[in-house]
């Protein structure tokens, strides 16, 4: 999450229309959070409280930092 809201980069940023997203925001409308498509920066990044990797094959996958 970003400023409260789930971002995804938007589609001219190269991310694909897929299944996952489509659900993910599907379940953000239902339960009433912020999801916005959007080009993200690295700068956003820094501000993410979490952070998450979707895909049709592997689902939702949480970003985790080695230090």
Known sequence: MINGEVAT???????????????LHKLCQVNK?????RLIKV?????ATEC???SATR???????HC
Do not use: Q, Y
């Open 9 to 23: 980069p938007a589609d001219e940023s190269g991310n694909l229309k897929g299944i996952t997203r489509t659900t």
């Open 33 to 37: 959070i912020p999801f916005h498509l």
């Open 43 to 47: 700068e956003d990044l820094k501000n």
């Open 52 to 54: 998450f990797v979707s």
């Open 59 to 65: 689902g939702v996958m949480p970003v985790k930092k």
